[in-house]
């Protein structure tokens, strides 16, 4: 069964099964004692830390193991915002990063510092320039991943080290989705990273602070890991965690490996909207991670494309605001203003086959047309049929069914039929969820004049950021929105 998930957790790498059996015979006794079994262990683990600080770009001494990376970027936060409390108490952190860097966020906000969001554009990244002008005298730490986790998208990483450095405010990288597949460039101060996104076995994380760098941890502290994460290292999973990284980057072939997935990706990111109609891929296509791709698919139910995908044998994930794992749009998704309906992340792990990604695209059409199909997308609004040679034979004009008009429920001044010159057709989509608003809105678009309205009346979080999307999908006017007795009422005008 192809598995598409990498950017959740990479298949354990064959070093670090290998490592890690290895190493629960000679690396379980206590790195702190001076007996054999003791220093034994010590050995292993100064190893490792040697392995991964190389891996990184730092020195040993500046780099200690974390029992998870979100451990780490927590440590990470917390202490060098307690080091620089006398500076300043501002945080800036981008619009997407992990949720890791978010609770951090707001920990420190509910103990009386602030923080400021860095928004990024549609690509999802942040430009350098808007970094520089939020940057101020009381700004103690910025957060910047150096790629994102669900669309792939890589940030001016070096570049804002660059003005950090100059401003004399520390920057702390989120580096999980990069480093396996290279350093972070620039001058850092604090880098983070998890072990299970290289293959590495999960449970070990990675927190490096550069020398010069003001750091204070906090909460209790033991002698072990500097002081930095307290608690008895996992010297075997440790192990096998630098081994995989060491060998992942050792390797001549992995730079051909990058090279083979990207182009792997770039496949799936032309094909995708030529075999599936009403689809937007989103995330920097130059500036991203080679293995990593992102698309939303309009009129689809998300938890059932990952379900139809599931049962079709592939495993992928989603950042759909209707999967069972959440109720509200991601907050990436939504900081890029793209459609967030019918989302599908596919992160290629080390050796995928391209037969595999073949057969992806063979299935996907299918697989989509049956969620709309089921769903009830009229044929005429989104070309619903799969592509020719994978399913049942294109819908004709005929055989398509016709629009209908959703129910609908007019507000004070406003009428159910209404022109150009009234309030427009109202569609009550209360208490239902993504992506029918959507549908429903597609359904009654052309019952009313080129210049008429229609007003989406909706409690669902995603219509929010779907509602726009789709208007710029279909070329029509999203007026905005307005407070509703209950959720919100969106407002569309008709341009063709």
Not at 201 to 206: A, I, S
Not at 231 to 251: D, Q, Y
Not at 326 to 339: F, I, N, Y
Request: proline share 7%; hydrophobic share 40%; with cysteine.
């Amino acid at each position: 069964m192809p598995y598409f998930d990498a950017a959740s957790a990479a298949p354990l790498h064959p070093v670090a099964r290998e490592a890690l059996l290895a190493s629960l015979d000679e690396g379980w006794a206590d790195p702190a004692r001076l007996y054999r079994e003791g220093r034994r262990a010590r050995l292993l683990l100064d190893a490792a830390r040697e392995a991964a600080a190389e891996a990184v770009g730092c020195r040993p001494d500046e780099l200690v193991f974390t029992p998870s990376g979100t451990q780490a970027v927590h440590s990470g936060v917390s202490g060098a915002l307690a080091a620089r409390r006398r500076v300043g108490r501002r945080l800036l952190h981008s619009a997407v990063e992990h949720s890791s860097v978010l609770h951090a966020a707001e920990v420190h906000e509910a103990a009386g510092g602030s923080r400021g969001e860095l928004a990024v554009d549609r690509m999802g990244r942040v430009a350098a320039d808007e970094v520089a002008a939020a940057l101020g005298p009381d700004t103690a730490l910025v957060c910047l991943q150096s790629a994102n986790h669900e669309v792939g998208t890589e940030q001016p990483v070096e570049e804002v080290a660059v003005l950090c450095q100059e401003a004399e405010v520390p920057l702390l990288v989120d580096a999980a989705q990069s480093l396996p597949w290279g350093p972070v460039p620039g001058a850092w101060s604090l880098l983070t990273a998890s072990a299970h996104k290289w293959g590495g076995p999960p449970g070990v994380g990675l927190l490096a602070v550069r020398k010069g760098t003001r750091f204070a941890p906090q909460g209790p502290r033991d002698e072990r890991e500097s002081g930095r994460s307290a608690g008895f290292e996992n010297i075997p999973a440790v192990v096998a965690a630098a081994a995989s990284l060491r060998a992942l980057r050792a390797g001549p072939e992995t730079g051909d490996e990058a090279a083979r997935l990207r182009r792997l990706v770039d496949r799936i990111r032309t094909r995708v909207p030529e075999l599936v109609p009403d689809v937007e891929v989103v995330g920097d296509p130059a500036h991203r991670l080679p293995h990593l791709v992102t698309f939303s698919c309009l009129y689809v139910d998300g938890e059932a494309l990952l379900h139809e995908l599931d049962r079709a044998g592939f495993s992928v994930s989603s950042g759909s605001s209707c999967t069972s794992s959440t109720l509200t749009p991601s907050h990436v998704l939504r900081a890029m203003g793209v459609l967030s309906e019918g989302n599908v992340r596919v992160s290629l792990p080390y050796g995928t086959a391209e037969a595999e990604v073949e057969r992806f695209l063979e299935v996907l059409p299918q697989v989509v047309h049956s969620v709309r199909e089921r769903l009830g997308v009229p044929a005429t609004e989104a070309g619903t049929a799969p592509a020719a040679g994978v399913g049942a034979a294109p819908a004709t004009a005929d055989e398509a069914p016709r629009p209908t008009r959703a129910p609908a429920t007019p507000e004070a001044g406003e009428s159910a039929g209404g022109s150009a010159g009234s309030g427009g057709l109202v569609v009550d989509s209360l208490g239902k969820r993504c992506p029918i608003p959507v549908i429903e809105l597609a359904k009654v678009i052309n019952d009313v004049p080129v210049g008429g309205t229609v007003t989406v009346l909706s409690d669902d979080e995603a219509a929010r950021q779907d509602i726009p999307a789709w208007c710029a999908m279909r070329d029509q006017e999203y007026v905005g929105e307005r407070a509703a007795e209950r959720g919100a009422a969106y407002v569309v005008r008709r341009r063709a």
